[in-house]
């Protein structure tokens, strides 16, 4: 990709404090319909500039309501929304998205079918505004040669870039991204996921991106915004949340951790399915920001001990009168998924591909030797123990 790295930036002005451009304090939303759930839940979020952050979560957990709420196709139920400093919705005052001054990039990508994909760019400039800004978009997009094309002569992959071209035009100073991705096969969709903080570096633009792929929220964003029923579980970067999750649910959904039960013994003894247990040398896992609610972590859902567990932590070993029993497996190419059960749940363990264990297999788990598993709601570090005990 090639341009004037120079268009599209605000100049700083020395002295200059930051305003974000945007911020979300104490979020609650909910449908207009008969006994409606709320879909966000006191929401508090704050995005810096030139900062790319991630809603992750799964379908249903209010990502794209917040979104939403951000752009100004929704008006919240209580909170207040703000940008570059500015009130722009609150339960009573609400300013209309073509006032907001945002992108906005569909999952359909949203292109008018009879325009041009020149046309398309240029849509939301204002009559007589210069078009140099369009014009380096394409080139930047490698789409300059497309111009007189329409939308159905453009691949997916096109599309998609056209869609951001047309976002980033009016030179929005930030741009919202409802899971643009989705629709591209994986080699595109790895490709343009790579581009696009490049991209938004370029132009001087903030976003927010919202998806359900893990993956793809550490793999690009600056930080991750983890939620679950419209609550906020965590924010954070993405080392801090596979260094530090805030909540199991972070845990289980982000690095696809085991949830165990746990029982306590004394003040430094536990036992789960994988042995007995003690307290690691390493400190406890320090959240970003110290403090847990200066970071937007919500509290866990339940106090009851739990451990998480990285599936590469346990190890398998195969016995005819073993107390679990391998369920299934999926080749990841360069290692083994398996899906073991073990004292009725169901366990998943990363394994290298010499472990070829068939469906069915009798075997015995066990926590490996050196690794550290992550005790809530006291998120101590545990290991195993160096004894059994009764």
């Known amino acids: 990709m090639t341009g004037d790295l120079s268009v599209g930036r605000r100049p ?148 998609q870039r056209l869609a951001l071209a047309r976002a980033l035009a009016p030179a929005p100073a930030v741009v919202l991204l409802d899971e643009p991705f989705s629709n591209l096969d994986v080699e ?66 982000v690095l696809q951790a085991n949830l165990l039960p746990v029982q306590r013994h004394g003040s430094d003894r536990w036992t789960c399915l994988l042995g007995a247990l003690q307290r690691s040398k390493a400190p406890s896992r320090p959240l970003e920001g110290g403090d847990p609610e200066a970071s937007g972590v919500s509290p866990a859902a339940s106090d009851d001990p739990v451990l998480l567990v990285d599936p590469a932590a346990i190890e398998l070993s195969p016995d005819q009168q073993g107390d679990a029993c391998v369920m299934g497996r999926e080749f990841l190419g360069r290692e083994w998924l398996y899906r073991v059960e073990a004292a009725g749940q169901q366990l998943r363990l990363r394994l290298p591909l010499h472990h070829d264990y068939r469906r069915g297999t009798r075997c015995n788990l066990a926590l490996k030797s050196g690794e550290d598993v992550l005790l809530f709601p006291d998120r101590i570090g545990l290991t195993l123990a160096a004894q059994p005990f009764q």
């Open 188 to 253: 595109v969709r790895l490709r343009l996921r790579s581009e696009l903080p490049a991209v938004l570096n370029r132009c001087g633009t903030s976003g927010v991106l919202v998806t359900h792929d893990p993956g793809e929220a550490l793999a690009i964003c600056d930080r991750v915004a983890v939620m679950q029923d419209g609550v906020l579980h965590q924010c954070a970067s993405p080392r801090t949340l596979v260094d530090a999750p805030a909540s199991p649910f972070v845990g289980r959904f």
């Open 12 to 159: 700083s002005v020395e002295g200059e404090t930051a305003v974000a451009p945007v911020e979300v304090k104490g979020l609650w939303h909910r449908y207009r319909s008969a006994n409606a759930d709320w879909t966000l839940q006191g929401i508090d979020l704050c995005l810096q500039p030139g900062e790319l952050v991630g809603l992750l979560g799964p379908s249903g957990c209010g990502k794209t309501t917040l979104l939403r709420l951000i752009a100004g196709f929704e008006v919240p139920s209580l909170g207040e929304v703000r940008m570059h400093g500015q009130s722009v919705a609150t339960a009573q005052r609400w300013l209309p998205p073509e006032r907001r001054g945002v992108g906005m990039v569909f999952q359909d990508y949203a292109l008018f079918p009879h325009l041009t994909a020149w046309d398309n760019t240029c849509f939301g400039l204002r009559r007589g505004q210069d078009t140099s800004r369009a014009a380096w978009l394409l080139e930047l997009l490698g789409l300059q040669r497309l111009t007189k094309r329409y939308p159905h002569e453009l691949s997916g992959g096109q599309r």
